[in-house]
């Protein structure tokens, strides 16, 4: 017994010595191990993910991204975007929600053969490429041209606008309405989101505006796509073009995910062409969509 209790006595000693000196260094050396354990351990983590992804098969698409909502297949227009030009394209793919965020931290991306892609554009420029899609040949010069103006405005203004709004200016209130996320992770969101975008806006610049300056920035992108759509069935005409994908993204957030809102009336109500297209794009490429929903009981 006294050979044990020496034992331990030598070891605490040795672990956790008297000199601040050797303390510190115990400190260090325990740091150090916390250190490689957790790369270790995320370089598991991460060839166990690849050999995952890498297993859906050649040439099929896992998509990345946000678990689907009540009322959309997903929050974001971006992950609507590509899904919607994936099942256009006729590309065979696979949805993961495990890892929403890739390279670039941004939501979607894609894994394909092995290959990572970030950015809902460059990921459509590659699948374009790589599968040879013609979705955009019937398209003129200038008709191409003003509907890649009409998705400019789409991913890069309206967008701003609606998470504006979303997540800062009502307070994730109405968004939280349409998700599935548990307590604890309503409370992240509703902790973190609006100081977050509140920031990222004022960065950008549409964030200085008043909010009623908000809600008419937006009222005149969706008066410019519905003035841009007419009374054509689709962006691209009588087929949906690559446009389509992105402006539906975008337009999906205030049919679906913005309900008894102002900014839902936009399309419903204001701009009922909008409505039908959206309509019209529901069913052309989402014959599944309510088997999308979740948790809409």
Excluded at 165 to 170: E, H
Excluded at 291 to 296: K, W
Aim: glycine share 6%; proline share 4%; hydrophobic share 40%.
């Amino acid at each position: 017994m006294m050979d044990i209790k020496f034992s331990m006595q030598a070891v605490a000693e040795v672990l956790w010595p008297e000199t601040w000196q050797g303390r510190a260094c115990t400190l260090a050396a325990g740091v150090f191990a916390l250190i490689v354990t957790k790369k270790v351990l995320k370089g598991a983590k991460a060839r166990r993910l690849r050999k995952e992804w890498d297993s859906v098969g050649q040439d099929v698409v896992l998509l990345h991204q946000f678990q689907r909502g009540k009322f959309c297949p997903n929050l974001s227009p971006f992950a609507l975007k590509v899904e919607v030009f994936l099942r256009l394209a006729n590309i065979q793919y696979k949805v993961d929600e495990k890892s929403p965020f890739g390279p670039k931290r941004k939501c979607p991306w894609i894994t394909i053969n092995g290959e990572d892609i970030a950015d809902s554009e460059f990921i459509l420029e590659d699948l374009t490429q790589r599968f040879n899609v013609q979705m955009d040949s019937q398209l003129e010069d200038r008709e191409a041209a003003v509907l890649e103006a009409a998705r400019v405005l789409a991913d890069e203004h309206l967008f701003w606008c609606v998470i504006i709004w979303r997540y800062w200016l009502d307070g994730c209130i109405t968004f939280l309405k349409t998700q599935t996320y548990s307590k604890v992770m309503n409370w992240i969101f509703t902790l973190f989101m609006k100081n977050g975008i509140r920031k990222r806006a004022k960065e950008q610049g549409m964030g200085r505006h008043s909010p009623e300056d908000i809600y008419q920035i937006c009222k005149k992108d969706c008066a410019t796509l519905a003035g841009i759509l007419g009374n054509k069935l689709f962006f691209g005409g009588e087929e949906p073009c690559r446009a389509d994908c992105a402006v539906f993204g975008q337009l999906s957030q205030l049919m679906w995910n913005a309900p008894n809102t102002r900014y839902e009336a936009l399309v419903t109500e204001v701009y009922p062409n909008l409505s039908s297209y959206c309509l019209r794009m529901k069913e052309k490429v989402f014959p599944d969509w309510n088997d999308l929903l979740v948790g809409s009981e």
